[in-house]
């Protein structure tokens, strides 16, 4: 898998004026790579992702999958978003499903035993994720962790080439979120798709990615295209090792440079101190 990103830009025509989203963009990824994107707020991050999804047309420049121009969305590219997305009235194996049942009603060029194959696929995913027991309970059932993976079965059920997660698991708790990290991981090792993964956790963005592009300010452009130097194998523990916490400390004096120059720790606490006694 090549996808190739050559001067792509963005910029949203709208009754309060012109707003540009992405500056021209340039990069490359390939198979099996885990991008992490970091960038303040409005820098563009999901507009990018929308833009590569074929959710929306850029103003300027090319998305290339495999020499083939990226001119709408297509079941090569599948999207998780942050807010929950599952239809409240279909069961979890029946939202898990949905693409390929559309695809059974609406794509006849597809032999159906190919999709038949994929559905035999989203119920092994399922059972994966640990939803093996739930196949027939309704999202309204389900916690926060639990509607986020159906939402990511769903996105990986035609086998896509790219998985793109919009702050996928920003609605959730600490302790959720750090079980959903674990399952990326899993599930990045067993189905080695391309994954582009907007967050704003540097951690969870280091301790997930084999890359990390850093996004400027609006309108944002890739100011840091970081190779993450830790291999394959990762467990909790490399969260608190001493690599891990200067590249954390060098990411967060990246985007929040303000912030460093400027927050005196120790004047807030001698304040906190003075008020409270
Ligand atoms: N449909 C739209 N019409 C007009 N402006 C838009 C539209 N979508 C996004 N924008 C603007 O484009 C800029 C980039 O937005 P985008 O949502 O891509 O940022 P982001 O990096 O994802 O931010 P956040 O981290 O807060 O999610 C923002 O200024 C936003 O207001
Ligand atoms: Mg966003």
Known sequence: MTLKVQQLAKTYHSRTGVTHAVLPTTFEAGSGEFISLLGPSGCGKSTLLQLLAGLDTPTAGSIHLDGAWVNGPSRERGMVFQSYTLFPWLTVLENAR??????????????????????????????????????????????????????????LANQPKLLLMDEPFGA?????????????????????????????????????????????????????????????????????????????RELTALLHPAHEANFDRTGLLRRIISTSS
């Open 172 to 248: 959730l708790d600490a302790q959720t979120r750090e079980e959903m990290q674990e399952l990326m991981r899993l599930l990045h090792a067993h189905q080695k798709m391309t994954v582009f993964f907007v967050t704003h956790d540097i951690e969870e963005a280091l301790y997930l990615s084999t890359r990390v592009l850093v996004f400027s300010a609006r309108p944002g452009t890739i100011i840091e295209d970081i190779a993450v130097p830790f291999g394959a194998i990762r467990d909790p523990e490399l969260k608190f090792k001493p690599e891990f916490i200067r590249l954390k």
């Open 98 to 155: 949905f693409p390929l049942d559309l695809e059974i009603h609406q794509d006849y060029s597809r032999p159906s035993s190919e999709i038949l194959t994929e559905i035999g696929r989203v119920h092994s995913l399922l059972d994966l994720v640990g939803l093996d027991a739930f196949k027939n309970s309704y999202p309204r059932e389900l916690s926060g962790g639990m509607k986020q993976r159906v939402a990511i079965v769903r996105a």
